[in-house]
């Protein structure tokens, strides 16, 4: 088999299978794993897979677990709605919750996976389906057979013109900053030990702490610009733009924002449903067919669930071909539904104040119920 694509997907989907006696390799375009984005988010369902796997104390031995989910206003930081984390959320969903720097678990994934089977410096150019199998051809000549291709790729997917001449990325009308400050530099900050959502006029903050708790990492989000300026999907942003997007927001957010050394704004991307996962032997996984809005924090965390469920069906299935159709049946509705959610959020996220601000403040009051079909899911046993 071959797993295109060196991000969390690909080397969680590299584990899964061979913890089921199936032998893969890693296509990494990069020539070394270096961070992608400053943190992410593991909740239950992605943490539970990774402890499947063996790799739960390394990761929790890197990761600051939150205190609390809380919701907040704008401007004067009221606390809107909270959900208690830490040692209730494992007892509910039966794993932790952990916030933790991407290059950490990158190289804790890459750390557990055979380092013969993992290439660097391999940028694919090209599929085709032989006889034999699918072959790869990358970028410098060389390549590759397998008798599985997967395309782990992410939201810019090469292997997904393989799978479907559509393009269904779209950009969302969304874009944001990111930044990892010291807690130390944030005085202003209320609870730095939670996971927070600011919600306000066309925007919110969202932030927890990573690692040991000392570092706290932020996704800015501004309903703007309408439409995205080149094809490229991060630009240059000064750093009087980043503060100008956040004015007269609670002194908390302004200094967040503020401290970032990460001057870019990122163009938020997501997908429309897509109705092909997989064309004869070539899959794809995460991202590269269901890119997804980060406001659920679900992104990594449904591609490692994909890549549990993949692992299995193929384990499972004497005929590739049937368990890669029986691997889409079974993600196709949930990340849909995980997709959707993530889109509506979006829009409640950023309500000015007013009516429909304090409806939405209100429902809040069922978050759980939302937390329960998201967080409690168990990919392990699909």
């Not at 929790?60 to 677990?65: E, M, T």
């Not at 530099?185 to 708790?213: C, E, K, R, T, V």
């Not at 050394?261 to 163009?267: D, E, F, L, M, N």
Request: charged share 25%; aromatic share 6%.
């Amino acid at each position: 088999m071959a797993i295109v694509g060196g991000g969390i997907g690909g080397l969680t989907l590299a584990l899964s299978l061979r913890s089921r006696g199936i032998v893969a390799d890693v296509y990494e375009q990069a020539s070394e794993f270096r961070e992608v984005g400053a943190a992410v988010a593991l909740s239950a369902n992605g943490t539970r897979v990774l402890r499947d796997l063996g790799v739960g104390d390394r990761l929790d031995a890197c990761s600051a677990v939150p205190t609390e989910l809380i919701y907040r206003h704008w401007r004067d930081a009221r606390r809107i709605r909270a959900f208690e984390a830490g040692e209730s959320y494992e007892k509910r969903f039966g794993a932790p919750y952990y916030g933790v720097h991407r290059a950490d678990l990158q190289q804790i994934l890459v750390g557990a996976c055979d380092p013969e089977r993992v290439h660097l410096d391999h940028r694919i150019v090209d599929l085709t389906e032989t006889a034999d199998g699918v072959r790869l051809t990358f970028a410098d000549g060389r390549e590759a057979t397998a008798d599985v291709v997967v395309g782990a790729d992410g939201v810019h997917s090469t292997v997904r013109s393989h799978i479907t001449d559509t393009d269904t990325l779209r950009y969302s009308g969304t874009s944001g900053f990111r930044g990892l400050i010291p807690a130390e530099q944030l005085p202003n900050l209320p609870d730095p030990g939670a996971i927070q959502f600011w919600m306000g006029p066309g925007g919110h903050l969202l932030h927890y702490p990573i690692g040991s708790g000392e570092m706290i990492n932020f996704l800015a989000v501004r309903h703007e610009p309408e439409t995205w300026p080149d094809s490229a999907w991060m630009r240059p942003a000064p750093p009087e733009e980043i503060a100008a997007a956040f004015d007269g927001w609670h002194p908390a957010v302004v200094d967040m924002v503020t401290a970032t050394s990460i001057h870019r704004r990122w163009a938020l991307f997501t997908q429309d449903p897509s109705n092909r996962w997989h064309r004869g032997r070539v899959v794809l996984l995460g991202d590269a067919v269901h890119a997804m809005l980060p406001h659920h924090g679900q992104g990594a965390n449904q591609s490692i669930e994909d890549a549990a469920v993949l692992a299995a069906c193929l384990a499972e299935a004497e005929d590739p071909s049937a368990a890669l159709d029986r691997y889409e049946r079974l993600r196709r509705t949930r990340t849909r539904q995980v997709q959707r959610s993530s889109r509506v959020a979006s829009d409640l996220l950023h309500l000015p104040d007013g009516p429909e601000a304090e409806q939405r403040d209100r429902n809040l009051a069922t978050i759980d119920e939302t937390l329960d079909w998201i967080h409690g899911h168990d990919a392990t046993v699909a």
